[in-house]
């Protein structure tokens, strides 16, 4: 089992929609959750940065984390075809770059 | 747009070549951290430079080495290419090493191996 998963998608859907990514992982000191947008050739972005459980909302973006399930979701309202990219999950145990931890990420289609 | 940048953008070299990637990293940053990301995968840490100074290293061989210089741009060395090494390599430039909510990706260099 890897230590992060992630469907890969492809993911399409309407302009408008509420999108839901999940990511899911074994090892139960991760702490420290980010998400990630990736536009075709360029860098990861960081789009939300949350740490232990909860959510946090920013903008049209939410991020939920749920430990007990090793489970968290990044929700993307009112989606807009310049959402459309691959979106990475990254976690680690502690703040040091050098243990975070990538899931293999989610392209995400948003169609006009 | 962030303010990391790579050089070169795109790259092609054979098996058994040698190949140097650079990153300038955003103003401010003393960290730099590079990583590489295969086709479909999410991007896995090869090591980490704060102040000069190697501070933390991934899963990869000693033909994988770095540089950092006193204005905290940073080099990529790898030696001995195999062909496996063909992904995105990309660096990132945060405030410090503990400091990963201020990690800024460059847009990475394409390397092909052939």
């Known amino acids: 089992q890897k230590e992060v998963e992630q469907d890969p998608g492809p993911l399409s859907v309407p302009e408008g929609a509420i999108v839901s990514l999940n990511c899911t992982y074994s090892?139960?000191?991760?702490?420290?959750f980010m998400w990630y947008r990736q536009y075709s050739r360029k860098g990861p972005e960081l789009l939300m940065y949350t740490y232990s459980s909860g959510n946090k909302e920013d903008g049209r973006f939410t991020a939920q984390v749920d430990k007990s399930s090793k489970y968290i979701s990044l929700f993307i309202r009112d989606s807009q075809p310049s959402d459309s990219a691959t979106y990475l999950c990254?976690?680690?145990?502690?703040?040091?770059?050098?243990?975070?931890?990538f899931g293999p990420g989610t392209r995400l289609s948003v169609l006009p | 747009e962030t303010g990391v940048t790579q050089s070169p953008t795109h790259l092609i070299k054979t098996r058994g070549q040698q190949v140097t990637l650079r990153c300038s990293s955003q103003s401010g940053h003393n960290t730099v951290s590079w990583y590489q990301q295969a086709l479909g995968q999410g991007p896995q840490f090869i090591f980490q430079?704060?102040?000069?100074?190697?501070?933390g290293r991934g899963n990869f061989p000693p033909r994988f080495s770095g540089l950092q210089f006193p204005n905290y741009s940073s080099e990529l060395n790898v030696n001995a290419l195999e062909l496996d090494d063909s992904a995105l390599y990309l660096c990132?430039?945060?405030?410090?090493?503990?400091?990963?909510?201020?990690?800024?990706f460059g847009p990475g260099t394409r390397l092909l191996v052939l």
């Open positions: 990254a976690m680690s145990a502690n703040n040091y770059g050098q243990n975070f931890v």
């Open positions: 090892n139960s000191a991760f702490q420290y």
């Open positions: 990132a430039s945060s405030l410090g090493a503990q400091d990963q909510e201020t990690q800024y």
């Open positions: 430079y704060y102040r000069e100074e190697e501070n």
